[in-house]
């Protein structure tokens, strides 16, 4: 599936989609980019090292990125996602040097010299700083699948706004406006499909008993989340929306959607929301593709069958974890 980039703002969630893409050999994750979303992009960088740590795979070279949006005030979600981003787990730091260079260094470097794919699982301030300095660069990104936006799903932290894209909407819409210029698309997956992702605590309880040593990680990481669902929403469990997106990218028949031209709104009561142009109002070449529809049940056995092993190293196979059927 060649190289990619997965450019993040860990977060719980964003974790749990890291330890995916760790697990799946279709996958060479060339590096890893940090922005200001969930957390603070330079205590993204840790946390991402912490599931590098865990994952044994800390040859991979995590990049800090920018720490405040293009142009609104920083605004975390850490009321989500603890004080630490990693569900006040408190886990400790990985020690060791920095690779040299920024996020938009390393971005950069790399599409001058290759094609890659990206996979965009926070606010996409980097990216667009990026393309607004080099647009030629959008050529060479191979596929952009972004977690962010909406389309019938109401949003995360507004009305009509899903997080990622509230935090930084300058970006999101730089984005999308400069792909559909370069006749490009985005894949976006948003709460329409991610919604449906939900980590419960039978789940939970299932994942250590097959694999005690990344169940306790999980476990430890998610605690706080499944809280906060609890109070806010009323959902027994935890939504983990970052996780689809590596799956989607990995295997298409994950999620079903439609190409549109989508806009996004950069600011006032409509701040980050997805306007997605489904009915072709504005007649326009799309410059996006929105998933609407997942099987959550295929996405569990998936993201488990890549993530658990069993005593002797090997990994689950999606027919080994049939019992999700029941849980």
Request: glycine share 8%; net charge negative; charged share 25%.
């Amino acid at each position: 599936m060649g190289k990619i980039i997965i450019d993040c703002d860990p977060g719980i969630d964003d974790s749990l989609a890291l330890m995916l893409a760790l697990s799946s050999p279709e996958l060479e994750i060339a590096g890893i980019t940090t922005v200001s979303g969930n957390v603070p992009a330079d205590m993204g960088t840790g946390n991402a090292r912490k599931v590098l740590r865990q994952m044994g795979r800390l040859d991979i070279p995590v990049y800090t990125g920018e720490s405040v949006p293009l142009k609104c005030s920083y605004t975390d979600a850490m009321d989500t996602h603890g004080r630490d981003g990693l569900g006040e787990s408190f886990l400790p730091e990985v020690q060791g040097e920095f690779p040299e260079g920024s996020a938009l260094e390393f971005l950069e470097k790399t599409l001058e010299k290759e094609k890659i794919s990206i996979i965009a699982l926070g606010p996409m301030t980097n990216l667009a700083k990026l393309f607004l300095k080099r647009p030629e660069l959008i050529g060479q990104v191979e596929e952009l699948v972004s977690m962010g936006g909406n389309f019938r799903s109401h949003g995360n932290c507004s009305p009509v706004a899903e997080y990622n894209y509230w935090c930084d909407p300058d970006a999101a819409a730089v984005c999308y406006e400069l792909f559909g210029e370069a006749g490009k698309k985005i894949e976006m997956i948003g709460l329409d499909v991610t919604r449906k992702i939900v980590l419960t605590p039978n789940i939970l309880e299932y994942i250590c008993r097959l694999d005690p040593e990344n169940g306790d990680f999980i476990r430890k990481i998610t605690g706080f989340y499944m809280d906060f669902h609890w109070e806010y929403e009323k959902i027994i469990g935890c939504v983990i929306n970052d996780p689809l997106a590596v799956a989607y990218f990995i295997d298409r028949s994950m999620c079903r959607g439609f190409d549109s031209y989508t806009a996004v709104a950069a600011d006032g009561i409509c701040r980050g929301q997805t306007v997605v142009d489904s009915m072709d109002f504005w007649k326009k070449k799309p410059n996006s593709h929105i998933l609407t529809e997942t099987d959550s049940g295929k996405f569990m056995r998936f993201f488990l069958s890549r993530v658990l092993k069993k005593e002797d190293g090997s990994r689950w196979r999606e027919e080994e974890l049939s019992l999700l059927e029941s849980l």
